[in-house]
Structure formats: C-alpha cells, structure tokens
C-alpha cells in the first residue's frame, strides 16, 4: 500500500514539473533550457570589473590547443604571417568554405560553443571550416589584426572561388567580418558568396540602454571601453571597426540573426535597414525574447537557428 502512494507521489509530482515546463514555454514562449542559459550568462557578465580584469592579463593568446571537438574531416594548424589558423577542408570542391570569425569583445579567444558550432555545419552540410586566432586585446588592435585577415582570405582565394567563400561571426567577430568584407570588395577582391552574422558589434560606442535590463551579460557602459582599446589609431567610427558606418554597397547577400533582448539589437536593426536601403540582399532573424548571440547556446532555440545557417550553407 505504501508503494502505491509513493508511486502515485512521484507521478503526481512529475504532472506537475511537465505542466510547470509546459506553462513556462506556453506564457513566457521560451524554452526552459533558454531560460537557464540566459541566468548562467549573468555569471559572465562583460562589466567593468572584467573589463579591468581582462586589461591587466597580459598572456599571450597567439596560440592556442587543438580544440577537444570532434570534426568529420581532420582540423589542422597552420600560420598566416604568424596568426595561427584551424582549417578543415571541405567534403569535395562543390562545398562552401565557412571562414568563421569567433567574438569574445575582441579580447576573448573561441569558447567550445564556438567549435562545436562549426564541427556541426562541418558535418551536416560538408563545408570546409577556416578559423583564424586573430590578434586579440590587450597586447593587439584592429590595426594590427585587419591585415592579417586580409592576407588569409587572399590565401583563401589562392585555392577556392569566392562563390565558395561564406564568412561568418559572432558579436565582435561578426562585426570584424562585416568589416573585413568591407575592406575585402574596397580592395577590388572578389567578395565572398555571403555572410552570416550572429549579433555583430557594427558600432565600438553603441548599444541600446532601453534593453539592459533584459541583457544580463553584456554592459552598455562598459562594451565601448574594449571598442575604444580595439579601435586605437582609427576613428571610433572607422569602418574598420564600426562597420555601421561603412558603404553596405556591393556586399554579398547576408543573413543576420539576433535576439531582442541583446543590447546590440538596435544596432544590428539598423544595419540590416541600411543594407537593405542600399540594394543588398538582407534577412533579418530575429529571435524573440532571446539573448545575445543566441545560435550558438546550447538551447532548442539555438539549435534550430544552426539548423537554419545549415540550410543557408547547403543552398550555394
């Protein structure tokens, strides 16, 4: 008898967790694993103490491990004037290539999230992976750190039609890659196949305030101080590292995704307008109620926006 309402305990109570997880996706239209990862990122929050923090650490990140991810095709290092950079190649020549530019406000290096993104689009679509360690704060700048990727994607071009070539990032790597496209059809290069761009940072001094209080990990007061060390030497709205202000002219197709309660939101609303204003082929993604850089968090709402860049990849 005891059993039987132990039993009948424990089912009552699993009613009830199923109908709470339930009424969460129901009325608030996130899934409970996105709503965890957006309290986890609170712990990392991008504020002024680790602003401090990741100024004074002077280690030097020009080289890192091999990452523990498992990609279908073997990952190998090499160097381009010294910036080391992941490869795997493609399944055969029909496949893209996705150059993929991590974010990290320009001083933090590739998270496993990062890895495990592109081992995923390596594997459901076939397409060869380029990641570079480009140079990062505080011991490096854009100045230092542009050339260098110029010099990769011309390599890149050496062996690989640009109608091949997507690139791709996150946040600050999502801004440098717009930046770098920029740079790449101003140099009269073939421009890549397309972008994909996961809450770019298109502006070094923006953010939208309204939003911080939905955005528990990046800081509206403190993301222009990383803009400020990264830009030294430009103008704070050099295109180089606030491509907002750049000519969106000529660029290839694109795909932006970002979430509305990120404080970069704004800004890359604001882009995809002037991208569209000026004849680019431009869609906007825009994921409700999510954080910032949300395809690539280990949630069923990033899960399905990786499934979404997988089908822009096996499209071209």
């Known amino acids: 008898m005891k059993s039987k309402t132990l039993l009948w305990t424990l089912a009552g109570i699993a009613a009830a967790v199923v109908l709470l997880l339930v009424g969460i996706k129901v009325f608030d239209g996130r899934s409970v694993k996105a ?3 957006r309290q986890v990122l609170g712990f990392r929050a991008l504020n002024s103490a680790k602003y401090d923090f990741d100024k004074a650490d002077m280690t030097d990140k020009s080289t890192i491990e091999m990452p523990d991810v498992k990609f279908p095709r073997p990952l190998r290092e090499y160097r381009v004037g010294g910036m080391q950079v ?3 190649d493609a399944e055969d020549d029909s496949k893209p290539v996705l150059l993929y530019i991590h974010g990290g406000a320009y001083c933090h290096n590739f998270t496993k999230q990062h890895w495990q993104a ?3 689009w390596a594997d459901e679509t076939g397409c060869g992976i380029v990641a570079p360690n480009y140079p990062l704060l505080p011991l490096h700048t854009a100045t230092e750190a542009h050339p260098l990727m110029m ?4 390599s890149l071009l050496e062996r690989c039609d640009a109608r091949r070539i997507v690139i791709s990032g996150d946040s600050a ?4 890659s717009l930046a770098l496209t920029q740079e790449i059809r101003d140099a009269e290069l073939p421009v890549p196949a397309h972008l994909v ?4 940072w298109v502006d070094m001094m ?6 911080q209080k939905y955005d528990n990990w990046l800081m509206v007061d403190t993301l222009p101080r990383f803009g400020r060390d990264w830009a030294e030497g430009l103008d704070i709205q050099d295109p180089k590292v606030s491509p907002l202000y750049g000519d969106m002219h000529g660029l290839p197709p694109t795909d932006f995704y970002a979430g509305t309660w990120d404080v970069l939101y704004t800004d890359v609303v604001k882009t995809y307008e002037k991208m569209e204003a000026e004849g680019v082929d431009v869609h906007l993604h825009v994921g409700e109620k999510m954080p910032h850089v949300y395809p690539i968090l280990p949630c069923p709402e990033g899960a399905a926006a990786r499934k ?8 071209l």
Do not use: N
């Open 197 to 200: 761009l996961l809450a770019p």
């Open 86 to 88: 992941f490869e795997a």
């Open 308 to 315: 979404e860049i997988a089908e822009i990849l096996r499209a």
């Open 118 to 120: 592109m081992a995923k």
């Open 206 to 211: 923006g953010g939208d305030a309204s939003l």
């Open 151 to 154: 010099r990769l994607y011309e």
């Open 173 to 176: 790597g999502g801004g440098f």
């Open 35 to 37: 709503i965890f990862v």
